[in-house]
């Protein structure tokens, strides 16, 4: 029996749980793990609709809007009107969480080190095209 899927789950879980902890460890209380996504995204993209940053994180909408209501209230985003569609709003960064970009990101990077630790080179490309694919296939794009 093939068991991907679990290992997948298991991948996300842990990732979520060491991210916690480094967050944690670096004297980061502001935000955790889920918000960091969304966080990231914006940091890597800066301002961006609600329905942008569902599809750059994969959040469903009624999860997202939870989460970003409470970084609202958290002063890391600002939601603002979007002047070209009055339907819908632009969530910006705050100059909080610009601050704290730099901390999130050597935490990345070292869960990156953590990934791959022992892999070689061709490992990991090979690792991650079949990520890819999977992802592909999930989304009906094979």
Do not use: P
């Not at 068991?3 to 916690?20: A, E, M, P, V």
């Not at 910006?92 to 070689?120: C, H, P, R, W």
Request: glycine content about 8%.
């Amino acid at each position: 029996m093939y068991n991907g899927g679990y290992l997948i789950s298991q991948i996300h879980k842990l990732t979520g749980r060491k991210i916690n902890e480094l967050l944690k460890e670096a004297s980061v209380s502001e935000f955790n793990s889920s918000q960091g996504i969304i966080l990231s995204s914006l940091w890597a993209k800066g301002e961006q609709t609600i329905k942008e940053i569902g599809k750059t994180t994969g959040l469903a909408k009624t999860s997202l809007s939870s989460m970003l209501d409470r970084m609202e209230g958290q002063n890391l985003i600002q939601k603002i009107e979007n002047k070209e569609d009055g339907r819908s709003t632009i969530i910006k960064l705050t100059e909080k969480s610009k601050a704290l970009e730099k901390v999130y990101q050597n935490i990345t990077d070292e869960m990156v080190v953590q990934y791959y630790n022992g892999f070689s080179e061709e490992e990991i490309r090979a690792f991650e095209s079949t990520l890819e694919r999977v992802v592909r296939n999930l989304e009906g794009k094979n």
